[in-house]
């Protein structure tokens, strides 16, 4: 016999309904649970968003007020109780799915549980045995494994954010979504698994590195860290054993990547701490130097390699450098020196002023002796960079694809500062969307994920959160909106969504939302389009592993609030209490 759970009160409408539930159904229908309601001409289906209980004797002002006041006991069993359910309408089915609702269920009309055939027509495929590009990360709230939420991969490229105030369950969810990628046996005949480069702010997903068979579709897990890290020097020491299908790699860039404009834009900026307004003409002449350095190249030892000036062994190299910086103070010479004059001449720069080439003196001997000297973050020739061009394509193979983890923890980045990460999140992102730019010139098809933790530092909304620099900024905003186009997807994860630039964040499609902070509400209503009445109280007080989830990716083309399940090895982020 079919479980009848109440009976549709008036004033339904095409998107709410509201029935009278049946004494024996008072104690099992809660929110979330989806119903259907059998009209004459169509079966409906629905969620249950609010519960609302009444009693005759317990309402304000009535004629029972003055005994409730003196704590009389009133008597029982002789007034009206019941509980209302409100329902939202999610349409009608029929053999091809869901389709919109045209008129409203009619008063009376039985609500039931819905049954298992209905359940595959509102996924429009069967839970129990989903198609490969989907990825499970949790239940629908209410349910158990009867009602997974899915993620579909097929609309990854329209980017994810992932929100909510710290220990909300944020760095969870996100390595759920990477278990579920490592799982894939064969994604497509093109694709293995998606390759994935994290941004790990806190060392929330090393266990992957410390346990790669967490993720056995990837080839490897490759953890990037600060070369005066404590892990690299435990690593240096011969203390620390990267597993079997482990890599551990100090983070050494690879500036030929760079064009001799990014390059030039990169060290001024970076000198400048992000206000260039009037250094324009020290990035233009700097940039004409660094691609004119083969002009002078005979009084420059060991800056050609194979026929090409080696970027890395001009920064990179002490003595090299030295001889480079010489070369320009020589040239800060009044004007009628001879060698200044064919130094300039040489370079291309003979009309730059002496201030402005002391200036870009100044901003190499900065990168020279943070970025280099303390960072190591340029090896002294391009064959040695651990994080290049050449690397991120070993990352991104289809058929061997590899998880990359930036480690920027206490222990990956040991008094690393904020400003020198943003000069690796810079050159992360510009090299990742030059590789996915030129595979689509030529054809080739490449997809890979990109998450970026603590978005809000490399991404900010300047107007709320003005930090001192955000070199990559503009190139997310770019990845944002043009990546899609390419296979380059972001996922961004922060805690303070409206802290991160607003056109970036409005390119996202799929938002798994948390528990996050009153004053953010307003901004991820705007963002996302509107989250519904019912749900919008719950944004501020839900409990850890909650969440609302929305957008492209999703399997419903409505919020689900959804019970994020754990992941299967959890570490990082924990301190020992002594």
């Keep these: 016999m079919v479980e009848v759970l109440g009976y549709v009160l008036s004033r339904s409408t095409t998107r709410m309904s509201s029935f009278q539930l049946v004494e024996d159904a008072e104690e099992d229908v809660h929110e979330g649970m989806f119903v259907a309601i059998d009209d004459k001409s169509a079966r409906f289906v ?5 519960l609302r209980k009444y009693h005759e004797f317990y309402e304000e002002g009535d004629i029972w007020s003055e005994a ?6 009133l008597p029982e069993g002789i007034a009206r109780e019941y509980v209302v359910a ?4 999610l349409g009608i089915i029929t053999e091809r799915g869901l389709r919109s609702p045209d008129k409203p269920p009619s008063p009376g009309a039985p609500v039931l549980r819905i049954d298992a055939e209905s359940i595959k027509l509102l996924y429009g495929f069967d839970p129990r045995n989903p198609p490969s590009e989907m990825i499970t990360i949790g239940y629908l709230y209410g349910y158990s494994e009867d009602l997974p939420v899915f993620l579909n991969l097929r609309n990854i ?8 105030v710290t220990g909300s369950g944020k760095s969870n969810t996100v390595g759920v979504i990477v278990e579920e990628l490592g799982k894939k046996a064969m994604l497509s005949e093109e694709l293995k698994t998606i390759p994935a480069v994290i941004v790990d702010a806190n060392g929330d997903y090393v266990d992957f590195y410390e346990n790669p068979s967490l993720v056995p579709a990837y080839d490897s897990v490759v953890r990037y860290v600060f070369y005066a890290s404590m892990i690299h020097q435990r690593f240096l020491e011969g203390q620390e054993y990267p597993p079997q299908r482990s890599e551990l790699q100090p983070i050494q860039l690879d500036l030929n990547d760079l064009s001799p404009y990014e390059l030039a834009h990169l060290i001024i900026n970076f000198y400048h701490g992000g206000r260039i307004e009037g250094a ?15 002009a002078v190249a005979n009084l420059i030892p060991r800056i050609m390699v194979r026929g090409n000036v080696d970027l890395n062994a001009v920064l990179g190299q002490q003595e090299v450098y030295s001889t480079l910086r010489n070369l320009l103070i020589t040239a800060t010479r009044p004007r009628g020196n001879r060698e200044a004059i064919e130094i300039r001449r040489s370079l291309g720069i003979h009309g730059i002023h002496a201030t402005t080439l002391q200036a870009i003196i100044r901003a190499l001997d900065v990168f020279f002796e943070k970025i280099v000297r303390i960072n190591r973050l340029v090896p002294p020739s391009r064959n040695e960079a651990t994080l290049s061009k050449v690397e991120l394509l070993r990352i991104l193979d289809p058929m061997r694809p590899r998880l990359a983890i930036l480690d920027f923890s206490a222990d990956g980045a040991t008094g690393v500062s904020l400003d020198v990460k943003q000069i690796v999140i810079y050159y992360l992102t510009k090299i990742l969307f030059d590789i996915f730019v030129e595979a689509k010139t030529v054809g080739k098809k490449l997809l890979g994920l990109l998450v970026v933790e603590e978005a809000q530092n490399y991404a900010p909304n300047l107007k709320l959160y003005p930090i001192r620099l955000h070199l990559a900024r503009d190139i997310l905003a770019t990845i944002a909106t043009q990546g899609r186009k390419f296979g380059l997807s972001l996922l961004l994860v922060t805690q303070r969504p409206s802290y ?6 409005s390119m996202v499609n799929t938002f798994i939302i948390h528990r996050v902070a009153p004053a953010d509400v307003a901004f991820i209503d705007k963002v996302t389009g509107g989250i519904q009445k019912h749900l919008k109280p719950r944004l501020t007080l839900m409990e850890r592993g909650l969440a609302i989830v929305l957008g492209q990716m999703s399997t419903f083309s409505y919020p689900l609030l959804a019970k994020i399940r754990k992941r299967v090895s959890h570490v990082g982020g924990t301190i020992d209490i002594v």
């Design 157 to 164: 490229t329209m980017h994810m954010a992932v929100l909510g």
């Design 500 to 505: 991160v630039d607003p056109v970036i964040m």
């Design 280 to 294: 324009e003409l020290q990035i233009s002449y700097l940039s004409i130097i660094l691609s004119r350095l083969g």
């Design 86 to 89: 409100d329902v939202e309408v």
């Design 46 to 50: 629905g969620q249950i968003i609010r």
């Design 68 to 73: 409730i006041r003196k704590r009389r006991r």
